[in-house]
């Protein structure tokens, strides 16, 4: 009697601690969905052996060029040239992706192909580009000076990350 009552309380005890495995699993493979913890890990895995080939010293100089005339922009003190700023910066790191073979249809497809051993800057470029993307969808979108000067410093970081300034 007393083993049978013994047995039931260790079945019972199987049987919670069965669930709550089981909602624990389940929480953390939502959590970790939610976080896009796998999405970074599997391109980490795949693409992060994936060494980012050099600029050559030709189209690294016509990078710097081209930043140049972006700080220019910036320097102006007026809303519609640092807007130009932005839109001109990340355009520009969409091309230096496209020179480094960077595979990907958009620039985001290539933001997302970049592990962040290469670019550890990523989030903050990812950042940049939705706050361009907002930017040039947004008619009535305000961009003001501190702003454009944050997306344009997180873009020369890209751009010393990737060794083309």
Same mark, same amino acid.
């Given at each position: ?9 260790f ?40 060494k ?40 520009? !790191?969409?091309?230096? #992706?496209?020179?480094? &073979?960077?595979?990907?249809? $958009? ?5 997302? %192909? *970049? ?6 800057s990523?989030?903050?470029?990812w950042?940049?580009?939705? !706050?361009?993307?907002? #930017?040039?969808?947004? &008619?009535?979108?305000?961009? $003001? ?5 944050? %997306? *344009? ?13």
């Amino acid at each position: 009697m007393i083993n049978s009552i013994i047995n039931n309380i260790f079945l019972l005890v199987q049987i919670i601690a069965g669930i709550a495995s089981w909602i624990m699993f389940v929480l953390i493979i939502y959590l970790a969905i939610k976080t896009d913890f796998w999405q970074k890990k599997i391109y980490n895995v795949f693409i992060g052996f994936r060494k980012i080939p050099e600029v050559d010293t030709e189209h690294s100089l016509k990078v710097t060029q081209e930043w140049e005339n972006i700080l220019k922009r910036l320097e102006a003190n007026d809303e519609a040239n640092h807007k130009l700023a932005v839109i001109e910066a990340d355009k520009l !790191l969409d091309t230096v #992706l496209k020179k480094l &073979t960077i595979p990907g249809a $958009t620039m985001g497809e290539r933001l997302k %192909a *970049i592990p962040v051993s290469q670019l550890p800057s990523i989030d903050n470029v990812w950042k940049v580009h939705k !706050l361009r993307n907002h #930017l040039v969808h947004t &008619t009535e979108f305000v961009l $003001t000076d501190n702003k454009a000067k944050q %997306a *344009i410093d997180i873009y020369k970081q890209a751009f010393i990350e990737l060794k083309v300034l």
